[in-house]
């Protein structure tokens, strides 16, 4: 009878380790596939640029096209492997991508950082729950900058495409009298970030449209694929 009693209890011990522990990787293993980190990954932006500075009378806006292609994996700065993270800008006279820069990317535990201008950026934290908030910058030296998840699994149509489950990450939301920041990013599932929306801008009197300084970002992206 003891031992039946043992064996019962074994097999319950077993069951109750994999009903805790599969669902989480599972989970995890799925909420990466947002990052789009796999090599040949490749997506082309149309992208718009907008400087002011009034003092001056500037208020340019630039348009041109990028590309972001992930590379071979490599043995980074702090002994762990990486991807390649390439930047390319499309060159009107000779109709050919240039190499703009040489970037690095990983999945490190919980985290899919991308280190952009020798700052390592915490792009998203898995799993992915709405609401979610994190320091994005706390493996830098940049100030801490809070980055929380605002949509979670939901479809978007992007340019000629729709995708089925997309999530937006909230960067920054900051108005007051004389300063207006709205910054956030998109990400597809498999695919990578399709959209980016970026406004740091010093105004007048909680007005936006009176613009004294800064810069607007946006992303939207053309066309993806694998190289």
Known sequence: MRFIFLFYISV????????????????????????????????????????HDDEVDVHDTLKFKIKTLIGDTFTDNQGEKSSKFYRFTWNDINDTWKIKDVWSTRIEGKNAELVEENQRIIKLTFP?????????????????????YSMINKPL?????????????MQNKYYTLVDYK????????????????????????????????????FYTLTKFGQE
């Open 12 to 51: 319950f011990l077993i069951s109750c380790k994999k009903t805790l522990s599969i669902p989480v990787q599972e989970e995890v293993s799925s909420d990466i596939d947002y990052f789009g980190l796999k090599k040949g990954n490749y997506i082309e932006y149309n992208v718009v640029h907008i400087i």
């Open 182 to 217: 709205h910054q956030t990013e998109t990400y597809a599932r498999k695919i990578g970030m399709v959209s980016k929306y970026y406004k740091n801008l010093k105004i007048k009197n909680f007005d936006t449209l009176q613009v004294k300084k800064g810069e607007e970002w």
């Open 128 to 148: 992915i729950k709405l609401s979610t908030s994190w320091n994005a910058t706390v493996l830098s030296i940049i100030n801490p900058e809070n980055y929380v």
């Open 157 to 169: 149509n992007i340019s000629t495409y729709h995708f089925d489950s997309t999530l937006t990450v």
